[in-house]
């Protein structure tokens, strides 16, 4: 599904990436671990199509396709999702008409016909139950005063109600308390299938507990230094990075 | 002759056809006087420096029509709320049209201007309160209150709440092409009130559809308006100006609102239309525990100009303002912003807010803002923030990461800006029709229901 190959990416000149490469396949999750400073989050906004940086070298294939001059919008029109780590407040619009917004143009974009205001209140309906969201919450403006569990909530509301094909959770664990955190794993817990697959990226391994992921990568200095199954997250979580 | 020569010597003929006994008829007499003493402004004024005033100035205008023009309902039924009951006051040309019209003498007075000053029975009224705030070295003003003998008259007594909005509609016909109208507005709310007032002008043709037999000879309308308000004790007005009209058509608005202890106001000001447009909305905190709110939406294309010069004068202690406008510009438009605030030596514990946000979408442009604090007093809160720019890129990318595409994104964004202001408008029926005007003039198709 998602093929990185020698990924060197840069922003205002200086090199972030240095040569990442990663395979996803359908079913899967990921786990990319690493610390503060290694690339984490550039490469998610990579994937997703940011244009804050600059592809210098190598690849991203997205079902055999090369993705690099796709927009941030077409990549999102072909399934991919990204989980911001710092969710935009944009006040003016509310969280369900962004989100109603956000799916028609996806369906528009595909060249199929708009929701039916009916099935989108259904499902809209359905999607904030699995993640224990208030009707009250869905009126409010988008982000605007949320708390960090509410924004990552929200956050993983909206890709319920996307179904992508490959999302990218970017440090989703982080400003969640614990209950949060059990909810927004048991929701992406739900949405899980074999055909879709899910990148998580984490600087601790807490949210691993809950999402059991298939491989652990661990990115340092703008490569993947070490990858192995999930108990290779544990072992990091106990000895830190520096023994690698 | 000049504009303001030929207004001037028209004075006397104005008089002979008015009723010289009239209690007013002093104020007419000085004010144009006073009109005839300072002129109007121009550009080296600091208070007009950036509104282009001469361009509309035109020595062609006139203040009087020559006839009654009658017009279609079809053409103008989208200028009045539908869907909820309210009071109508619908001037054409500058005169009463008691057609469509919809007036009250019961709980409270909603009529017009006019029969208030002939009628004896108002003459207690009319010295109490009429020309009482206007500010005497104001030109338009004082060129309003020398020609002014129409408009809506609201009065509201003690204990009441009006149980229908008021809608105070003017309509240009366009069947003469150059005229200068000076609609006039008193509306008085006594103790412990309640009203909701929405006021807007249109003019129904521009040039090219002008009757005038010769195109080149159109000359682009132009309204000087005047509102007094007077908001007693406890009591609370909602008011609403709608400025959509069309391009040609100018207007220069003056609002003068008095509030007393324990009061509410709250102004929204529309400007989605015109050629250019001035308000200098003044609000007097003549009390304590006065809150007044201001608040604007601004979105200009082609060559508009649209100018806001506010006055919120704290007075007394323990009162609060807050001010919010927010201006989208595309093409070559240009907006104004000036925000004064006055806080006297005893105006202590006052808190004042303002805040001016433009998005600048056209390449060409402009946007002047300007706070003004003059503060007085040692132990207040006074705050003030602008902003000139573009869309948020952080903002624009979330969208899009969602799927949404470039050109929506943006519109989406843009209409957020502005729909944020419109939070306190509380009726429904109008936050509808508004938003709608707004998505429209952004020209952003939502996908939800507005």
Redesign the interface.
């Known amino acids: 599904m998602l093929k990185i190959e020698n990924l060197h990416v840069s922003i205002d000149d200086k090199e972030i990436l240095k040569g990442l490469s990663l395979d996803v396949k359908p079913g899967e999750i990921h786990a990319i671990m690493g610390p503060n400073g290694s690339g984490k989050s550039t490469l998610s906004s990579v994937i997703?199509?940011?244009?804050d940086y600059e592809v210098v070298k190598g690849n991203i294939f997205y079902n055999d396709e090369n993705i690099e001059d796709l927009?941030?919008?077409e990549?999102?029109?072909k399934g991919i999702?990204?989980s911001?780590q710092y969710?935009?407040e944009?006040?003016?619009?509310t969280v369900?008409?962004?989100i109603?917004?956000?799916i028609?143009?996806?369906l528009k974009?595909r060249g199929e016909k708009?929701m039916p205001a009916g099935d989108m209140l259904k499902k809209i309906r359905e999607k904030s139950k699995l993640l224990e969201i208030d009707s009250k919450f869905l009126s409010r403006?988008l982000n605007e005063g949320f708390s960090g569990g509410e924004k990552k909530r929200n956050e993983i509301f909206?890709m319920a109600m996307?179904e992508p094909s490959l999302a990218i959770l970017d440090e989703t664990d982080s400003g969640l308390d614990i209950d949060a955190l059990k909810i927004v794993a048991n929701g992406v817990n739900k949405l899980k299938n074999d055909d879709n697959a899910i990148i998580i990226i984490t600087h601790y391994q807490r949210l691993l507990d809950y999402i059991l992921p298939d491989f652990v990568h661990v990115l340092q200095d703008g490569k993947i230094t070490k990858s192995g199954d999930k108990s290779l997250a544990l072992e990091l979580e106990e000895k830190g990075y520096d023994w690698i | 002759m000049s504009l303001k020569e030929k207004l001037v010597s028209s004075f006397l003929a104005f008089e002979l056809d008015t009723d010289i006994m009239s209690n007013v008829h002093k104020i007419r007499s000085q004010s144009i006087k006073e009109f005839e003493k300072i002129g109007f402004p121009n550009s080296k004024d600091e208070y007009w420096k950036y509104t282009p005033v001469k361009k509309i100035l035109n020595e062609k205008l006139t203040l009087f029509n020559k006839k009654r023009h009658l017009i279609e309902f079809d053409k103008v039924k989208d200028f009045f709320l539908n869907g909820i009951e309210s009071y109508k006051l619908v001037f054409i040309d500058g005169m009463f049209d008691p057609l469509w019209s919809d007036t009250t003498h019961e709980e409270a007075d909603v009529c017009i201007l006019s029969s208030v000053l002939e009628k004896e029975k108002y003459n207690n009224v009319i010295s109490k309160y009429y020309n009482k705030l206007v500010n005497s070295k104001e030109s338009f003003s004082l060129l309003n209150s020398s020609f002014s003998k129409e408009g809506a008259y609201v009065h509201v007594p003690k204990n009441v709440v009006l149980d229908k909005p008021v809608e105070i509609v003017h309509i240009n016909s366009g069947g003469e092409s150059s005229l200068m109208l000076q609609p006039r507005s008193l509306v008085i709310l006594e103790k412990n009130s309640k009203a909701q007032i929405i006021e807007s002008h249109y003019s129904l043709t521009g040039k090219q559809e002008s009757s005038a037999n010769n195109v080149d000879d159109f000359i682009d309308p132009l309204t000087n308006s005047l509102t007094e308000i007077h908001i007693n004790e406890n009591s609370n007005l909602d008011y609403y100006k709608i400025q959509n009209d069309v391009e040609t058509s100018s207007i220069i608005d003056n609002t003068y609102i008095d509030q007393k202890s324990n009061s509410e106001v709250s102004c929204h000001t529309f400007s989605f239309g015109g050629n250019i447009v001035r308000n200098n909305l003044n609000f007097y905190q003549n009390g304590t525990n006065v809150n007044s709110i201001l608040k604007g939406v601004t979105i200009l294309g082609t060559n508009q100009h649209t100018d806001h010069h506010t006055l919120v004068h704290h007075a007394n202690p323990n009162c609060e303002s807050y001010q919010e406008y927010k201006g989208i510009y595309d093409d070559k438009s240009t907006g104004v912003f000036n925000g004064r605030v006055v806080v006297d030596k005893i105006a202590q514990k006052i808190n004042a807010f303002q805040q001016n946000n433009n998005l600048i979408i056209g390449d060409n442009a402009t946007v002047n803002t300007k706070p003004q604090l003059e503060i007085f007093a040692d132990d207040v809160k006074c705050s003030h923030g602008c902003t000139i720019g573009q869309l948020d890129k952080e903002a624009l990318f979330y969208l899009k990461a969602r799927g949404i595409n470039e050109n929506d994104a943006k519109g989406l964004l843009t209409y957020a800006f502005a729909n944020n202001v419109l939070e306190n408008v509380k009726m429904q029926v109008l936050k509808s029709k508004i938003k709608k005007i707004i998505a429209d003039k952004i020209g952003v198709n939502l996908g939800f229901e507005l």
């Open positions: 997703a199509g940011s244009e927009s941030a919008e990549r999102a029109n999702f990204m911001f969710p935009v944009i006040p003016g619009i369900t008409n962004f109603k917004t956000a028609n143009s996806n974009a708009e403006s909206q996307l």
